[in-house]
C-alpha cells in the first residue's frame, strides 16, 4: 500500500500550526502536531529563524513527502499581508532547501474537505479533524488548521493528476 | 581601527541585489557585490531557498558583522506586499539562523544617504555609489541599491548608539 507522510502548516509569526499525518489507502493517522509559538518579545527576525528550524527539524523527524500551506489570499492589509509573507517566505525557503515540494489551498477549501462546509468556524474544524484522525482531545487551534490542511491535501491524492494543484 | 562588514541587501523574489562592503573609519570598500537573479520560470519556493542559500554562501565567504536592508514600507498592494514579505522573510531567516544582526532603513533614507536627495533618481545612486567606493564601473541597478544600503548603515555608525535604528 502507497504511504505518504505529509506536513501541513498553518503559517504565522507568533503562532504558526504544525502536523504530520501518515496516509495509507483511505486510512490517516496523526504522528505529531502542535504549535510553534514565538514570544511578542522576540523580534521578528528571530521568530523567523525559529520557524525555519522547527519546520527543518520536523522534516529531519519525519522525513515528509509532502507538505502543505494554507493559502494566504485574502490578508486584510499591506502591513498584515507583508508580515504573513514573511512567515511563509521562512516556511517556504526551509522547505526547498530539503526539497519538500510545497501545495497550496485556500482557507475555503481546506474547511470544505474537512467539514464539508467552506465557511466553517475554527471549533468546527477542530472536532471534525479530532473525529477524523480518532484524537483523543480536542487540538489546540492552529494546530488544528495544520491537521486540517494536511487532511484537505490527502483528499486530493483522489483526484486525478492533471486536476491536482501544482507545488507552490 | 575598528573595522567592520556590513551586507547590504536589495531584497525581492526575482533579482535581490547583495553588496559586501568593508568599513574602517571613514574609509568604505566594496568587497564584493551582484545579484541573486532567479529565473522568471522557477516557482517562488525554489527562488526563495535559492536567496537564503546565497545569503548564506556570502555570510560564510566574509563574515559579516551586520546586515541591512531596505525597508519595504510602502508596497503597492496586497499581492505585491505578501511575494515581496515572502522574500524578506527567507532573508531575514537566513540572516538570524547565523545570528547577524539586520537592520533597516527607509529607501528615502538610503537615497538621502547617499545622494544627499531623499528623491533621488536610480541612476543618480548608482553613480554615488561608484564614486563613493571608488568603483570602475557603475555597478547594476540592484546591486547599486544593496551598496547603497550598506553605506547609509555605515553613516549610522557616527550616530550616538541610543539614537541608531534598532535591528529587526
Do not use: W
Not at 23 to 30: E, F, N, P, Y
Not at 34 to 46: A, D, Q
Not at 97 to 120: D, F, H, M, N
Request: glycine content about 8%; aromatic content about 4%.
Amino acid at each position: 500500500m502507497n504511504r505518504i507522510r505529509i506536513l501541513g502548516i498553518d503559517t504565522s509569526l507568533r503562532s504558526s500550526g504544525v502536523a504530520m499525518i501518515e496516509v495509507s489507502g483511505r486510512l490517516m493517522r496523526a504522528l505529531a502536531y502542535g504549535r510553534i509559538h514565538n514570544k511578542p518579545s522576540l523580534p521578528h527576525s528571530g521568530c523567523l529563524a525559529a520557524i525555519h528550524q522547527e519546520i527543518d527539524a520536523l522534516i529531519t523527524e519525519f522525513g515528509p513527502d509532502e507538505a502543505v500551506i494554507e493559502g494566504a489570499f485574502f490578508a486584510k492589509n499591506v502591513k498584515t499581508a507583508m508580515i504573513l509573507g514573511q512567515a511563509r517566505g521562512a516556511v517556504l525557503a526551509a522547505c526547498a532547501l530539503r526539497t519538500l515540494p510545497v501545495y497550496e489551498y485556500s482557507p475555503r477549501s481546506i474547511k470544505q474537505a474537512v467539514t464539508g462546509v467552506g465557511a466553517a468556524r475554527k471549533e468546527q474544524v477542530a472536532k471534525m479533524v479530532m473525529q477524523l484522525l480518532g484524537l483523543a482531545e480536542e487540538p489546540q487551534e492552529d494546530a488544528a488548521d495544520a491537521l486540517a490542511a494536511a487532511i484537505c491535501h490527502a483528499h486530493q491524492r483522489g483526484v486525478p493528476e492533471a486536476l491536482r494543484s501544482k507545488p507552490v
